[in-house]
């Protein structure tokens, strides 16, 4: 997956707003473009964009249930309650698909 991810982003095929999925066999992964490089800061309007293409694509294609890390509020340097915001407002049509955000982790 990772070489793959490497190649569209070399090419050009893998930019701000877009999604990349990998089918893995039992499940799927979404890579999700929200930062122009690992360097800057992601992108609110970026996180809206590949989160819709990764619901469209869930729906086309049966999965109902997506976990999600905080996306774009670590590395990306965003605030997290924006970035909230700007996923449920995406999700708000989709209540079809569990979206699961996972704000916190502690290791056990």
Do not use: H
Request: charged share 30%; with cysteine; hydrophobic share 40%.
């Amino acid at each position: 997956m990772y070489l793959e991810y490497k190649k569209r982003c070399k090419d050009g095929d893998f930019s701000l707003g877009d999604v990349f999925s990998y089918d893995y066999g039992e499940g799927t992964v979404f890579n999700l473009g929200t930062q122009k490089t690992w360097k800057t800061k992601a992108e609110l309007k970026a996180i809206e964009d590949s989160l819709l293409k990764m619901l469209v694509y869930a729906r086309q294609n049966g999965i109902e249930k997506i976990a999600l890390p905080k996306i774009g509020a670590g590395l990306g340097g965003l605030v997290w309650d924006d970035v909230k915001a700007t996923i449920n407002r995406v999700v708000k049509d989709y209540d079809d698909i569990d979206l699961i955000v996972v704000e916190n982790y502690r290791n056990i």
